[in-house]
T-cell receptor, first 116, second 113 residues
Framework: GAVVSQHPSWVICKSGTSVKIECRSL??????MFWYRQFPKQSLMLMAT?????????EQGVEKDKFLINHASLTLSTLTVTSAHPEDSSFYIC????????????FGPGTRLLVL | GESVGLHLPTLSVQEGDNSIINCAYS??????FIWYKQESGKGPQFIID?????DKRQGQRVTVLLNKTVKHLSLQIAATQPGDSAVYFC????????????FGKGTHLIIQP
Protein backbone atom coordinates (compact mmCIF):
# COMPACT_ATOMS: atom_id res chain seq x y z
CA GLY A 1 0.00 0.00 0.00
CA ALA A 2 0.85 3.71 -0.11
CA VAL A 3 1.90 3.95 -3.72
CA VAL A 4 2.38 7.31 -5.40
CA SER A 5 2.71 7.73 -9.14
CA GLN A 6 3.74 10.64 -11.31
CA HIS A 7 3.00 11.35 -14.92
CA PRO A 8 4.81 11.91 -17.13
CA SER A 9 8.08 10.38 -15.99
CA TRP A 10 9.97 12.70 -18.28
CA VAL A 11 9.10 15.57 -20.58
CA ILE A 12 10.94 17.77 -23.04
CA CYS A 13 9.38 21.05 -24.03
CA LYS A 14 10.22 24.28 -25.80
CA SER A 15 10.93 27.44 -23.88
CA GLY A 16 7.77 29.44 -23.27
CA THR A 17 5.39 26.50 -23.17
CA SER A 18 3.56 25.18 -20.12
CA VAL A 19 3.95 21.70 -18.72
CA LYS A 20 1.59 19.86 -16.37
CA ILE A 21 2.83 17.14 -14.03
CA GLU A 22 0.42 14.85 -12.23
CA CYS A 23 0.89 13.22 -8.85
CA ARG A 24 -1.51 10.47 -7.83
CA SER A 25 -1.92 8.45 -4.67
CA LEU A 26 -3.02 5.07 -6.01
CA UNK A 27 -4.24 3.24 -2.94
CA UNK A 28 -4.87 5.81 -0.25
CA UNK A 29 -6.41 9.22 0.22
CA UNK A 30 -3.84 11.97 0.35
CA UNK A 31 -5.17 15.06 2.07
CA UNK A 32 -1.77 16.70 1.70
CA MET A 33 0.70 16.51 -1.15
CA PHE A 34 4.10 18.10 -1.33
CA TRP A 35 6.11 19.19 -4.36
CA TYR A 36 9.88 19.12 -4.33
CA ARG A 37 12.46 20.13 -6.90
CA GLN A 38 15.88 18.58 -7.26
CA PHE A 39 18.66 19.95 -9.44
CA PRO A 40 21.48 17.63 -10.55
CA LYS A 41 23.75 16.47 -7.73
CA GLN A 42 21.77 18.48 -5.22
CA SER A 43 19.25 17.76 -2.53
CA LEU A 44 15.48 17.97 -2.66
CA MET A 45 14.02 21.39 -1.98
CA LEU A 46 10.41 21.81 -0.92
CA MET A 47 8.51 24.02 -3.32
CA ALA A 48 4.99 23.94 -1.98
CA THR A 49 2.45 22.14 0.13
CA UNK A 50 -0.98 21.47 -1.27
CA UNK A 51 -4.03 20.53 0.73
CA UNK A 52 -7.05 19.04 -0.95
CA UNK A 53 -9.62 21.67 -1.74
CA UNK A 54 -7.58 24.67 -0.69
CA UNK A 55 -4.82 26.89 -2.04
CA UNK A 56 -1.26 25.68 -1.97
CA UNK A 57 1.30 27.11 0.42
CA UNK A 58 4.52 28.07 -1.33
CA GLU A 59 8.00 28.18 0.12
CA GLN A 60 9.89 31.43 0.10
CA GLY A 61 11.35 32.19 -3.31
CA VAL A 62 8.95 29.96 -5.25
CA GLU A 63 6.73 31.92 -7.63
CA LYS A 64 3.15 30.82 -7.21
CA ASP A 65 2.14 32.29 -10.56
CA LYS A 66 4.81 30.28 -12.31
CA PHE A 67 4.27 26.99 -10.53
CA LEU A 68 0.52 26.46 -10.42
CA ILE A 69 -0.63 23.76 -8.06
CA ASN A 70 -4.07 22.23 -7.98
CA HIS A 71 -5.22 19.56 -5.52
CA ALA A 72 -8.79 19.03 -6.58
CA SER A 73 -9.26 15.51 -5.24
CA LEU A 74 -7.92 13.30 -2.48
CA THR A 75 -5.86 11.32 -4.96
CA LEU A 76 -4.59 13.88 -7.44
CA SER A 77 -2.42 16.98 -7.34
CA THR A 78 -1.05 18.72 -10.40
CA LEU A 79 1.91 21.03 -10.84
CA THR A 80 1.90 23.25 -13.92
CA VAL A 81 5.11 24.96 -14.87
CA THR A 82 3.95 27.98 -16.84
CA SER A 83 6.06 29.63 -19.52
CA ALA A 84 8.89 27.23 -18.84
CA HIS A 85 12.47 28.34 -19.34
CA PRO A 86 15.70 26.33 -19.45
CA GLU A 87 16.44 27.19 -15.82
CA ASP A 88 13.25 25.34 -14.87
CA SER A 89 14.80 22.11 -16.10
CA SER A 90 14.91 19.89 -13.06
CA PHE A 91 13.65 16.72 -11.40
CA TYR A 92 10.24 17.33 -9.85
CA ILE A 93 9.18 14.93 -7.11
CA CYS A 94 5.90 14.80 -5.27
CA UNK A 95 5.02 13.14 -2.01
CA UNK A 96 1.69 12.42 -0.38
CA UNK A 97 0.53 11.92 3.16
CA UNK A 98 -2.63 10.84 4.86
CA UNK A 99 -4.68 13.21 6.97
CA UNK A 100 -2.86 14.14 10.15
CA UNK A 101 0.20 12.05 9.22
CA UNK A 102 2.26 14.74 7.50
CA UNK A 103 5.57 13.35 8.71
CA UNK A 104 4.95 10.11 6.84
CA UNK A 105 5.36 11.05 3.21
CA UNK A 106 5.21 8.59 0.36
CA PHE A 107 7.27 9.73 -2.58
CA GLY A 108 6.53 9.45 -6.25
CA PRO A 109 9.14 8.35 -8.80
CA GLY A 110 9.77 11.89 -10.03
CA THR A 111 9.37 13.71 -13.33
CA ARG A 112 12.37 14.84 -15.31
CA LEU A 113 11.71 18.15 -17.09
CA LEU A 114 14.01 19.43 -19.80
CA VAL A 115 13.24 22.83 -21.29
CA LEU A 116 14.99 23.59 -24.54
CA GLY B 1 19.62 20.52 7.58
CA GLU B 2 19.42 23.23 5.04
CA SER B 3 20.39 22.16 1.59
CA VAL B 4 22.71 24.39 -0.35
CA GLY B 5 23.94 24.32 -3.90
CA LEU B 6 26.99 22.14 -3.36
CA HIS B 7 27.99 18.95 -5.10
CA LEU B 8 27.33 15.78 -3.17
CA PRO B 9 30.15 14.35 -1.04
CA THR B 10 31.14 10.82 -1.94
CA LEU B 11 31.88 7.87 0.30
CA SER B 12 33.54 4.85 -1.24
CA VAL B 13 33.67 1.54 0.64
CA GLN B 14 34.58 -2.03 -0.19
CA GLU B 15 31.80 -4.52 -0.62
CA GLY B 16 31.20 -6.29 2.65
CA ASP B 17 32.54 -3.46 4.78
CA ASN B 18 30.42 -1.29 7.03
CA SER B 19 29.67 2.29 6.07
CA ILE B 20 28.72 5.31 8.12
CA ILE B 21 27.00 8.29 6.57
CA ASN B 22 26.69 11.47 8.59
CA CYS B 23 24.25 14.33 8.56
CA ALA B 24 24.02 17.59 10.49
CA TYR B 25 20.59 19.08 10.94
CA SER B 26 19.83 22.67 11.72
CA UNK B 27 16.52 22.90 13.52
CA UNK B 28 16.64 22.02 17.20
CA UNK B 29 12.84 21.84 17.15
CA UNK B 30 12.86 18.92 14.72
CA UNK B 31 11.39 15.86 16.36
CA UNK B 32 11.37 13.27 13.63
CA PHE B 33 14.17 12.21 11.30
CA ILE B 34 14.25 9.95 8.30
CA TRP B 35 16.95 8.47 6.10
CA TYR B 36 16.18 8.05 2.43
CA LYS B 37 17.98 6.23 -0.35
CA GLN B 38 17.77 7.63 -3.85
CA GLU B 39 18.92 5.78 -6.92
CA SER B 40 19.64 7.65 -10.10
CA GLY B 41 16.51 9.00 -11.75
CA LYS B 42 14.18 7.74 -9.03
CA GLY B 43 12.31 9.17 -6.10
CA PRO B 44 13.53 8.82 -2.50
CA GLN B 45 13.02 5.46 -0.84
CA PHE B 46 12.42 5.24 2.91
CA ILE B 47 15.12 3.39 4.83
CA ILE B 48 14.68 4.05 8.54
CA ASP B 49 13.37 6.72 10.87
CA UNK B 50 13.90 7.86 14.43
CA UNK B 51 12.08 10.16 16.81
CA UNK B 52 13.78 12.74 18.99
CA UNK B 53 13.05 10.79 22.17
CA UNK B 54 15.37 8.02 21.01
CA ASP B 55 19.09 7.99 20.29
CA LYS B 56 19.37 4.74 18.39
CA ARG B 57 17.19 2.58 16.20
CA GLN B 58 18.06 -0.55 14.31
CA GLY B 59 16.65 -2.08 11.20
CA GLN B 60 17.79 -4.81 8.89
CA ARG B 61 21.50 -4.08 8.27
CA VAL B 62 20.92 -0.40 9.08
CA THR B 63 21.22 1.58 12.28
CA VAL B 64 20.41 5.22 12.83
CA LEU B 65 22.02 7.21 15.63
CA LEU B 66 20.76 10.56 16.82
CA ASN B 67 22.76 13.02 18.89
CA LYS B 68 20.52 15.92 19.75
CA THR B 69 23.20 17.74 21.69
CA VAL B 70 25.21 18.42 18.56
CA LYS B 71 22.31 18.01 16.11
CA HIS B 72 23.90 15.10 14.34
CA LEU B 73 22.41 12.06 12.68
CA SER B 74 24.20 9.06 11.25
CA LEU B 75 23.27 6.03 9.20
CA GLN B 76 25.27 2.86 9.56
CA ILE B 77 24.98 0.22 6.88
CA ALA B 78 26.45 -3.16 7.77
CA ALA B 79 28.00 -5.58 5.29
CA THR B 80 27.46 -3.32 2.31
CA GLN B 81 26.28 -4.80 -0.96
CA PRO B 82 26.48 -3.48 -4.54
CA GLY B 83 22.79 -2.61 -4.35
CA ASP B 84 23.54 -0.16 -1.56
CA SER B 85 25.22 2.18 -4.06
CA ALA B 86 23.02 5.27 -4.15
CA VAL B 87 22.67 8.76 -2.75
CA TYR B 88 21.54 8.90 0.86
CA PHE B 89 19.68 11.84 2.34
CA CYS B 90 18.67 12.61 5.86
CA UNK B 91 15.47 14.57 6.32
CA UNK B 92 13.97 16.30 9.32
CA UNK B 93 10.40 17.12 10.22
CA UNK B 94 9.75 19.91 12.64
CA UNK B 95 6.26 21.00 11.86
CA UNK B 96 3.25 20.71 14.05
CA UNK B 97 1.09 20.58 10.98
CA UNK B 98 1.22 19.97 7.28
CA UNK B 99 4.86 20.78 6.73
CA UNK B 100 7.22 19.36 4.19
CA UNK B 101 10.50 17.70 4.99
CA UNK B 102 13.82 19.51 5.09
CA PHE B 103 16.45 17.44 3.36
CA GLY B 104 20.15 17.37 4.10
CA LYS B 105 22.82 17.70 1.44
CA GLY B 106 23.11 14.01 0.69
CA THR B 107 26.02 11.60 0.38
CA HIS B 108 26.83 9.48 -2.64
CA LEU B 109 27.74 6.00 -1.44
CA ILE B 110 29.80 3.91 -3.84
CA ILE B 111 30.34 0.22 -3.13
CA GLN B 112 33.57 -1.05 -4.63
CA PRO B 113 33.61 -4.74 -5.67
Amino acid sequence: GAVVSQHPSWVICKSGTSVKIECRSLDFQATTMFWYRQFPKQSLMLMATSNEGSKATYEQGVEKDKFLINHASLTLSTLTVTSAHPEDSSFYICSASRQGQWETQYFGPGTRLLVL
Amino acid sequence: GESVGLHLPTLSVQEGDNSIINCAYSNSASDYFIWYKQESGKGPQFIIDIRSNMDKRQGQRVTVLLNKTVKHLSLQIAATQPGDSAVYFCAEFSGGGADGLTFGKGTHLIIQP
